[in-house]
């Protein structure tokens, strides 16, 4: 795969491919990032009315859950559907997946209304994906 239309030299993907890479084996160990088991507990043990009413502080910092309500009680409705385990964690990353690939498109759409005229359309919309938004 040859970049040299676009003036992108080969080598210029490799550390691109690195991070694909590294990401990959890093998501596949089966473990979770710092906060996710709080999530989880929250959302198995608790019930709606506790999330809504923000009691629920797993990690000790007030406030914490506060801005992910919704992501907690999207989790708490997963869990009820299908019970907890392997299973249900299972399926939050499916749909997280799921959510990251639409939202890889919208991006893509979004640039294309804004800006019609651009030819590197496909590496703008992966600058804009892996820009931190907070």
Same mark, same amino acid.
Not at 36 to 51: G, T, W
Not at 58 to 68: K, L
């Given at each position: 795969m040859s970049f040299r239309k676009s003036g992108i030299r080969n080598w210029a993907v490799v550390p691109l491919l690195i991070a694909v890479v590294l990401g990959l084996s890093f998501a596949a160990d089966g473990r979770f990032t710092s906060d /996710? =088991?709080?999530?989880?507990? &929250?959302? /198995?043990?608790?019930?709606?009315?506790?999330?809504?009413? %923000?009691? &629920?502080q797993?990690? %000790?910092? =007030?406030?914490? &859950?506060? %801005?992910?309500i919704l992501h907690v009680l999207f989790v708490n409705g997963v869990m009820d559907l299908v019970g907890t385990g392997t299973t249900a964690v299972q399926i939050l990353q499916a749909l997280h997946l799921v959510l990251i690939v639409l939202s890889l498109v919208l991006i893509g759409k979004i640039l294309c209304a804004l800006l019609p005229d651009l030819h590197e359309r496909r590496a703008a919309t992966w600058m804009v994906a892996m820009t931190p938004i907070v």
């Open positions: /996710e =088991p709080s999530y989880l507990y &929250v959302a /198995e043990y608790q019930d709606a009315h506790h999330i809504l009413a %923000g009691d &629920v797993p990690s %000790g910092i =007030p406030g914490f &859950v506060q %801005g992910r």
